[in-house]
C-alpha cells in the first residue's frame, strides 16, 4: 500500500506555499509526531492509554486531512489494547509515509 493522499499534500502545500523549507518542516513535524504517538500506543497496557494514543492519531490526521490514516486511528480507537491488526496498520502507514519523496 503505498502512501498516496491528495488532500494531505494538499494542506500541506497550502500551508508551506512556496517554501520548500518550510514543507519539510511541517513534514517532519507530522511523521515525529505520528511516529510517538504510535510508540506510545504500542506501550499501552490500559483501555485508557490506548484510547488517548489513537484519539491525538485520528487528531492529528484530521488536522492534516489524512484520510488514509484517519480510518487507521478510528479502528485503532474501536480495537483493544495491544490489537496487532491496528498496530500493522499504523506501522504500514509510517513506512509508506517514509518510502515517498520529499521533494
Not at 513535524?29 to 490500559?46: G, M, P, W
Amino acid at each position: 500500500m503505498a502512501f498516496e493522499n491528495a488532500a494531505f499534500t494538499a494542506t500541506l502545500a497550502a500551508a508551506a506555499g512556496d517554501d520548500p523549507a518550510l514543507l519539510s518542516e511541517l513534514r517532519g513535524a507530522f511523521r515525529e509526531s505520528l511516529a510517538y504517538q504510535v510508540d506510545l500506543l504500542k506501550r499501552a497496557r490500559c483501555d485508557g492509554n490506548w484510547l488517548v494514543a489513537a484519539q491525538r492519531i485520528k487528531g492529528l490526521a484530521a488536522s492534516f486531512h489524512a484520510d488514509e490514516l484517519i480510518t487507521l486511528a478510528q479502528q485503532a480507537v474501536e480495537a483493544a489494547p495491544g490489537d496487532p491488526v491496528a498496530l500493522r496498520g499504523l506501522d504500514g502507514f509510517l513506512a509508506d509515509f517514509d518510502s515517498v519523496p520529499t521533494d
